[in-house]
């Protein structure tokens, strides 16, 4: 065993890869210990599961906060250390040809809710921060404040496809509706792209021509309930490492590109 890392966790829904997080560090197979568990919905099951093992739990209602920014935007007071400019250049979620309104409308009602997250958060002071079945993208704002060093991020997520191919909200359905005959689940660090970050560890299994989205589902969360703990068991052992591989194109052109190195033991 080595040091136990505190581990902040963000969830939208049931919570399931909370709780294998939770068990995991409960039986000492992981070297952490969950301080807190916040949401963006207060109607989510998984603030349950962490009040049945005394995790401190808060909910940042985004809801409300968007539908009074459409009510009455001039109203919405924006965090003193938002630099609009600073977070619109670096996010990276949205196409080039996006209304530019739809962007400041998501970059100002987002920043505000995640002024509100890092206030709830910070009595309880935390190592690595997992987001666990959060459905919202964090912004630039929010990022910068966790990883404040660029070689050392401290935000990981889970996703439900084998990344690159099909980020985004319904990973397993568009897995299944692409004709896919693998799917799997990717651990990976945040960056300011939709699930775009340097990957960490990935599952796969077979879809065979029975399988329906709904058992592919269920293949694919048994396989995150190993590999969550298992990524968060690798971070607490300081053995993930970002470093940068320079590769050639086929023009003879030279390209990096930022690689998560597993250290051994």
Request: aromatic share 8%; glycine share 8%; hydrophobic share 40%.
């Amino acid at each position: 065993m080595g040091n136990i890392i505190r581990i902040g966790a963000l969830i939208s829904g049931g919570g399931t890869n909370l709780q294998a997080v939770i068990d995991s560090c409960e039986l000492g197979k992981t070297d952490g210990k969950i301080v807190f568990a916040g949401s963006d919905n207060a109607g989510a099951k998984g603030l349950e599961r962490a009040a049945k093992h005394n995790i401190p739990t808060f909910v940042v209602d985004y809801a409300s906060i968007i539908g009074n920014f459409k009510k009455d935007p001039d109203k919405m007071k924006l965090p003193e250390d938002f630099d609009e400019k600073a977070v619109s250049s670096k996010l990276s979620i949205f196409s080039e040809d996006e209304n530019l309104q739809k962007i400041k409308t998501f970059v100002r009602t987002r920043v505000v809710a995640e002024a509100m997250l890092l206030e709830k958060m910070e009595p309880y002071p935390f190592d690595l921060l997992i987001l666990a079945g959060f459905m919202r993208n964090l912004t630039p704002y929010f990022i910068d404040r966790i990883n404040t060093d660029s070689e050392n991020p401290r935000i990981m997520n889970i996703h439900p496809a084998l990344l690159p191919a099909f980020p985004g909200v319904d990973g397993y359905g568009d897995t299944f509706r692409y004709g896919a005959k693998v799917g799997g689940c990717t651990v990976h660090f945040i960056d300011y792209g939709e699930d775009s970050g340097p990957i960490i560890g990935q599952r796969a299994f077979e879809i065979n021509k029975d399988d329906t989205i709904e058992s592919i589902k269920k293949k694919g969360l048994a396989l995150e309930w190993e590999l969550y703990p298992e990524c968060i068991r690798l971070f607490a052992q300081k053995r993930l490492k970002i470093i940068s591989v320079i590769n050639n194109r086929q023009n003879g052109e030279k390209y990096s590109r930022k690689v998560v190195k597993i250290l051994d033991p």
